[in-house]
Each structure stands twice: as C-alpha cells, then as structure tokens.
C-alpha cells in the first residue's frame, strides 16, 4: 500500500486503505488508545471491540455473581 500523507492525514485510521480487517468506522473515525498491559498500548478499532466484550462480559459475571450472592443471602434469612 501507500503510506500516509502527512500533510493531509485521512480522517479515521491512517492504516485502514492497507488494513485487511478495516471496518466503515475505521475510514470515519481514529480509534482511541486501549491499553493492553504496563507499557503498551494500542490505537485500533478491533482492540477496542475487544475491550468492550470484555467489560460486557465482566459486568454480566459481577451481575450473575451478584445474583448468586442475593440468593444465598435470601436462603440464609
Ligand atoms: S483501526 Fe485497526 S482494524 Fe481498523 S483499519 Fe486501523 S488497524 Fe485496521
């Protein structure tokens, strides 16, 4: 592919026209940083899909946690 100008950066993902994995947003929007551990960090859409799974998943854990945890506590009342 074609690296960048510079001068005139597109308005979402610079990578996106090289991109295989390039979605509608990434030519639209540049994606926020996610971070992936001490020291590293990415700027990708797919990260941030990814991210957002994670805290879906997590939330939905706390709340089945939290389920569980109002159960047990009404069987011991
Ligand atoms: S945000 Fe990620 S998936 Fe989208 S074009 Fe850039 S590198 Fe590819």
Known sequence: GTPVDMLNPPEGCPFA???????????????????????????????????????????ADAKAGSQTENKEAGDHE
């Open 17 to 59: 026209p090289r991109c295989e994995y390039a979605m509608k947003i990434c030519l639209q929007k540049m994606p926020p940083y996610v971070e992936l551990g001490e020291n590293h960090r990415a700027a990708c859409w797919l990260r941030v899909q990814e991210q957002m799974a994670k805290e879906k998943s997590g939330q």
